[in-house]
């Protein structure tokens, strides 16, 4: 189906363990983008992409890490879960090239016990 | 840097009665901006966008918010709100010249009453 996904929809892992939230958009969209949400924060970047192999920090970069090998997908790495992890996750996409608008998964709901 | 202030983080309103959702932002640069909506257990959905032009923008199901220059705005607008309303809307920022990076606010629960 044409779209973003993002798997899994629900995960809890334990403090210490490695994670990875996966994101597929099936548009060719340039840009990827991942957030956190948090109850009084919105939503905050933590990454975004602008092209395959290009990476860069957003807001909240710090315990997770990103790759881009592909076009469509854009994983999430948790290396050492902490519960301040503890959060839901959306993964997003974008045109680039002038067209602002961003379309978002369903999120990942993670818990970190 | 962008900010972006929602100045409510819940709305109850009865059904068919008009609401405003505040959303005042903070910018040294031009910005764009955008209304998203989240209901429950779902992703965020672009509401609306400015982008240049009229100051008012509409979305097709009845919502509207107006840029104000002056007053750093991007109020949001409905003057009769139905059950399937109940939301979550965030409002958003973005430079005009950058890497399309979103500034969210906080979040304004909108709860629509019988």
């Known amino acids: 189906d044409a779209g973003i996904t993002q798997s899994p929809r629900y995960k809890i892992t334990e403090t210490g363990r490695q994670v990875t939230l996966m994101c597929h958009q099936t548009?060719?969209?340039?840009?990827m983008f991942w957030y956190r949400q948090d109850l009084g924060h919105g939503l905050r970047l933590i990454y975004y992409?602008?092209?395959?192999?290009?990476?860069d920090k957003g807001e909240v970069p710090d315990g997770y890490v990103v790759s881009r090998s592909k076009t469509e997908n854009f994983p999430l790495t948790l290396e050492s879960a902490t519960r301040s992890q503890t959060s839901v996750y959306f993964c997003?996409?974008?045109?680039?090239?002038?067209?602002?608008?961003?379309?978002f998964g369903p999120g990942t709901r993670l818990t970190v016990t | 840097a962008q900010s972006v202030t929602q100045l409510d983080s819940q709305v109850p309103v009865f059904e068919e009665a008009p609401v405003e959702l505040r959303c005042n932002y903070s910018?040294?640069?031009?910005?764009?901006l955008f209304w998203y909506v989240q209901y429950p257990n779902q992703g965020l959905q672009l509401l609306l966008k400015?982008?240049?032009?009229?100051?008012l923008v509409k979305s097709i199901n009845g919502f509207e918010a107006e840029f104000n220059k002056s007053q750093t705005s991007f109020h949001l607008r409905k003057p009769s709100v139905h059950i399937s309303d109940t939301a979550e809307y965030f409002c958003?920022?973005?430079?005009?010249?950058?890497?399309?990076?979103?500034?969210f606010g906080q979040g304004t629960r909108l709860t629509i009453n019988p």
């Open positions: 910018s040294s640069v031009s910005v764009y």
């Open positions: 997003a996409s974008g045109h680039g090239r002038g067209i602002y608008e961003q379309y």
């Open positions: 400015y982008l240049s032009g009229s100051t």
């Open positions: 992409s602008a092209a395959a192999d290009i990476t």
């Open positions: 958003a920022v973005t430079m005009i010249e950058g890497a399309q990076k979103l500034v």
């Open positions: 548009w060719s969209h340039s840009y």
